[in-house]
């Protein structure tokens, strides 16, 4: 480890240990990377995105507090309409004349029930394949939650949920005589994807499941829209591997308070009636272009004479953050800057521009097939993106300033993720 480094590590102890941080002193470091060591990033995070207050001596009643709300929406919200809940005080509700599985009306909790499980399956689908080239996500977490693992109590688990309401896909045959013959298809899937955890444990993708089917629950009307699975990941991946185990226990409760608070600022991207609107997507899309012809007329030119147009890869950059354009230790350290820039979604554009103008020759040479292609790829800039320089403070203008070497946009040491 540097001298420099072990500075910048000493300064971020100092900006932390204040009785009332300086938020502006904190984004100013936050801006150039924040280290891993000693869960300063977790920390840092959770500070940006508007978790803890600025007061210390206000953090242990907040996160109490904060923690037992969630573990309330737990008690409220994983649960099976018709199951006894006596050991929290609810009344056993059995299926009754009023309210049945087959009750077509739409305050019955057996329709709530279902129209949950479209959700869920959804959501169960996305987050079993979320960061598919990494195994953390697939281990065991060593903190579940202990409310529903627990065998004492009655809760199931989601992934049990889904299990019973997977219907499994039949061949239905009727032979000459009238016989009817039901088989099931042979179908082979990965032996990983759907690997089951001894009792009592649960994998680090069903934490984030449990998270976004609460957060789709509490919020009707965006509910759950693909894509938000990849938001979450890198902010569970990160107060998930805190070195300081109290905070590590609370992972789940935390992320997901984080993860509501950004998406509080971004939701209007998930919401297709807004497309159109000044605070849409498109508005924003149309934002990189207007970018980019500032900055470089001449790939501008080429982009527009070719008919691509912005929609056809920024949205995916701008909507999931740029998650799935790099590596996850990438997109960590661009989120460093993101979260701690007051104008965080302006720099968000000034990003996607400079990643345009980091394949600027590879474009201005290709055709419209070959571009499309190099735009739309995943992936397409984690091997385009390697960081040269040392790490030092980077400011927002510098972001901006495309004059400098195409490779430097964002510039930090791998090793110091």
């Known amino acids: ?21 300086s938020l502006t002193k904190l984004r100013e470091l936050c801006f150039s990377g924040i280290p891993f060591e000693g869960g300063l990033r977790s920390l840092c995070w959770k500070i940006l995105l508007n978790y803890l207050p600025l007061e210390q001596a206000q953090w242990s009643s ?5 923690r037992e709300i969630y573990a309330q929406f737990l008690k409220e919200m994983i649960i099976q309409p018709g199951i006894a809940k006596a050991n929290l005080g609810l009344f056993r509700e059995d299926v009754t004349l009023e309210d049945h599985p087959l009750n077509p009306n739409p305050d019955s909790r057996w329709n709530t029930y279902f129209k949950d499980n479209e959700v869920l399956l959804q959501i169960d689908k996305d987050v079993r394949r979320l960061y598919p080239d990494m195994a953390f996500f697939q281990r065991p977490t060593d903190y579940p939650c202990l ?8 809760f199931e688990t989601l992934r049990r949920r889904v299990e019973q309401t997977t219907l499994k896909s039949q061949t239905v045959a009727h032979n000459r005589s009238g016989v009817t013959n039901v088989c099931s298809p042979r179908k082979t899937t990965s032996a990983n994807e759907y690997e089951v955890l001894p009792n009592g444990c649960e994998a680090h993708w069903e934490v984030v499941e449990r998270i976004l089917f609460i957060y789709a629950k509490l919020n009707p009307g965006i509910a759950y829209v693909q894509g938000m699975n990849e938001i979450v990941g890198p902010i569970y991946y ?36 807004l497309d159109d609107s000044q605070c849409g997507i498109t508005y924003k899309m149309e934002n990189v272009y207007s970018t980019l012809k500032e900055k470089d007329m001449d790939l501008y030119l080429k982009l527009q004479e070719q008919n691509i147009k912005p929609q056809f890869f920024a949205f995916r950059w701008l909507t999931l953050l740029l998650s799935q354009e790099f590596l996850l230790p990438d997109v960590i350290r661009i989120w460093d800057s993101l979260f701690s820039d007051v104008d965080r979604f302006d720099f968000l554009i000034l990003v996607c521009c ?12 290709g055709d419209f097939t070959i571009n499309m292609r190099l735009l739309q790829t995943v992936g397409s800039f984690r091997k385009a993106a390697r960081w040269e320089l040392p790490l030092g403070p980077i400011s927002k203008d510098r972001v901006g300033d495309f004059s400098v070497p195409k490779a430097q946009f964002l510039d930090y040491p791998i090793s110091d993720v």
């Open 1 to 21: 480890m540097s001298t420099l480094y072990k500075n910048r590590i000493e300064e971020f102890r100092i900006a932390l240990n204040e009785t009332k941080i």
């Open 62 to 66: 907040s996160l109490k507090k904060q």
């Open 147 to 154: 409310l529903i693992m627990d065998p004492q109590n009655e």
């Open 238 to 273: 990160t107060f998930a591997t805190d070195p300081n185990t109290e905070w590590k226990e609370h992972a789940e409760a935390d992320t997901f308070f984080c993860f509501t608070n950004l998406m509080s600022e971004i939701r209007d991207n998930f919401i297709k009636s």
């Open 354 to 365: 400079a990643m345009l103008i980091l394949i600027r020759d590879q474009l201005l040479v």
